[in-house]
């Protein structure tokens, strides 16, 4: 499983995004807790990060070249080698165990959405084609997930995300800077799950 790492405005830390059994911080410690694909993980999330800022470079020339106009506002985002995010709603995703022929995570996930940018979708693009797909599929759907907590949960969780909507409005729309491409281990339950191996963005 990729994650984007985002860096967090300081007034929005009440939003942490909690990493169960893995070291989160800004430096990774190399002796701890290594997995065994770190060095391998880390090669293709090397290569990910190059073709994503080539690409981003090539798009930055052509636009250099190219007689600007009323739709080119999104230039700079597009052909940032950062990405951008934006959040755009709140949302609780139930995930049981049945789900997805048995492959669900057993909890309720609240969930921050994110404006599916172009220069998301191309990221996403370019990790598809360096790593397997994931046995569940679906759409791209990129998000930040608040927190996994067990099914019993529900009920609390659901009327927590509806004040989120109402009190924590002010969060949304507001950019935010991908600062980490990360490669996660999710097998098991989720407190064996472990960071693999991460490169800055």
């Given at each position: 499983q990729l994650k984007l790492k985002v860096k967090r405005h300081q007034e929005d830390d009440e939003m942490k995004h909690p990493a169960s059994g893995a070291n989160d911080d800004d430096d990774v410690d190399d002796?701890?807790?290594?997995?065994?694909?770190?060095?391998?993980?880390?090669?293709?999330?090397?290569?990910?990060?190059?073709?994503?800022?080539?690409?981003?470079?090539?798009r930055k020339d052509k636009d250099n070249t190219d007689d600007k106009d009323d739709d080119h506002h999104d230039a700079m985002d597009d052909t940032s080698t950062v990405p951008n995010l934006t959040p755009t709603s709140f949302y609780l995703f139930p995930y049981p165990k049945e789900s997805d022929e048995g492959r669900g995570f057993g909890c309720i996930i609240p969930l921050l959405l994110l404006r599916n940018a172009p220069p998301l979708r191309r990221l996403h693009g370019i990790v598809k084609e360096e790593f397997p797909g994931d046995e569940r599929g679906g759409r791209f759907v990129p998000h930040m997930?608040?927190?996994?907590?067990?099914?019993?949960?529900?009920?609390?969780?659901?009327?927590?995300?509806?004040?989120?909507?109402?009190?924590k409005a002010h969060l949304l729309n507001r950019s935010l800077r991908g600062r980490y491409l990360?490669?996660?281990?999710?097998?098991?339950q989720l407190k064996d799950w472990r960071l693999i191996a991460r490169v800055a963005l």
């Open positions: 002796n701890q807790q290594q997995h065994p694909g770190r060095s391998i993980g880390k090669r293709i999330l090397e290569r990910c990060r190059v073709r994503y800022q080539t690409d981003c470079l090539r997930a608040l927190c996994y907590a067990p099914e019993i949960y529900e009920d609390e969780l659901r009327v927590h995300v509806d004040r989120m909507k109402i009190e990360s490669l996660w281990s999710t097998e098991g």
